[in-house]
């Protein structure tokens, strides 16, 4: 059971974020994520499964002027509007609770966002966590990448970006699920641990138009590169 008693706290360069009610913890997918989608001419920002806020943060550092993040899980809804009220950004980032097809759903007419954000749940086929909020995070029953990318097809804008991050063995599905939703393959980029070992995450942006896709890149976790890219938001960079 999560202890709300017990703050696990996470301290970036310009805000902190508390974890300790959200199913997941703060990771390197979500930090690196977060440095590296792009938010070139991006004035509004939708973070699918925004947990405890960590992705809507960053963006805003980055200069993002609105967010929404969607979230199922009420404990981490909580934790995450806390988070940004905390932060220097509160008027910029506004989190609904509720699951993210149903809030899709109830709009008419849908909201159109410059770039749409996830770290989406993964290993849809292992066993489920013993701690059913930990599942939900971990596992693609409520927010599957299917779902996601139906998100982006009604919720892009012109010239909108979607960028996720997500295990190396969802690839295939990945891009064939984008290719059916009309979304092109902008750019993707490879994160290992070691250069002796094959990656085990991919970063991808996919773009409502058809462009030039840019080469393939691999980011080795505490690379100098690595380090370049993440050092407006760790503190010992």
């Known amino acids: 059971m999560r202890n709300p008693d017990r703050e696990t706290i996470f301290r970036f360069k310009q805000f902190a974020v508390c974890n300790a009610r959200s199913a997941m913890k703060i990771g390197t997918d979500s930090v690196s994520l977060g440095a590296w989608a792009p938010v070139d001419c991006v004035r509004t920002a939708l ?76 290993f849809s086929s292992e066993l489920m966590s013993p701690e059913q909020a930990r599942a939900t995070a971990r596992h693609e029953g409520t927010l599957s990448f299917v ?25 295939a599905d990945i891009e064939w699920e984008a290719t059916l939703r009309r979304l092109s393959l902008k ?33 080795i976790i505490n690379s100098e590169a690595y380090k370049a890219l993440t050092k407006d938001f760790y503190l010992d960079r």
């Open 187 to 219: 750019r993707k980029c490879r994160l290992t641990g070691s250069v002796r070992k094959a990656a085990k995450r991919v970063m991808y942006v996919f773009t409502r138009e058809d462009s030039a896709r840019e080469e393939d890149t691999l980011l």
């Open 47 to 122: 973070d699918v499964g925004s947990g405890c806020g960590v992705l809507a943060l960053m963006l805003a550092q980055r200069g993002v002027d609105n967010i929404t993040g969607v979230e199922i899980d009420p404990e981490a809804v909580a934790e995450s509007r806390l988070n940004a009220a905390a932060s220097p950004w509160a008027g910029r980032i506004e989190i609904e609770e509720g699951d993210a097809t149903e809030w899709s759903h109830r709009q008419s007419t849908p909201l159109l966002y410059d770039l749409i954000v996830s770290n989406p749940p993964y």
């Open 147 to 171: 779902t996601l990318m139906m998100l982006a097809e009604r919720h892009l804008a012109p010239g909108g970006r979607l960028a996720l991050i997500a295990p190396t063995d969802r690839e």
